[in-house]
């Protein structure tokens, strides 16, 4: 695994309700992924860019909803979503501010 590799693994964090419920309670940071990420790829890009040590990773592969507009139906892209659980005393600041 390059560096270069690692750096393009993480797409952003997804934050919704039930991200926000996993980070509170279970110390996870939940991730979008590229869809070819493996859960290796996924430990060392998150060591590498956030200079946190990784217990575990669990990804799951979402569906891209159905849209309809009129009578046209279009579909959403599938993608990919890893949750990250942290070591304990780890913790990931993503405002910056210390």
Do not use: C
């Not at 890009?45 to 159905?66: C, M, P, Q, R």
């Not at 046209?72 to 892209?77: E, L, M, S, V």
């Amino acid at each position: 695994m390059n560096q270069e590799r690692l750096m393009k693994v993480l797409l952003g964090p997804h934050v919704s309700e039930k991200t926000t419920m996993a980070a509170e309670q279970a110390n996870q940071i939940v991730f979008k992924v590229t869809s070819d990420a493996t859960k290796p790829e996924i430990k060392k890009a998150v060591e590498l860019l956030f200079d946190v040590k990784v217990d575990n990773v669990t990804v799951s592969n979402v569906k891209g909803k159905v849209k309809r507009s009129g009578q046209a139906f279009g579909k959403r892209k599938d993608w990919k979503k890893a949750y990250v659980r942290l070591e304990a005393g780890q913790d990931i600041n993503f405002l910056g501010a210390e």
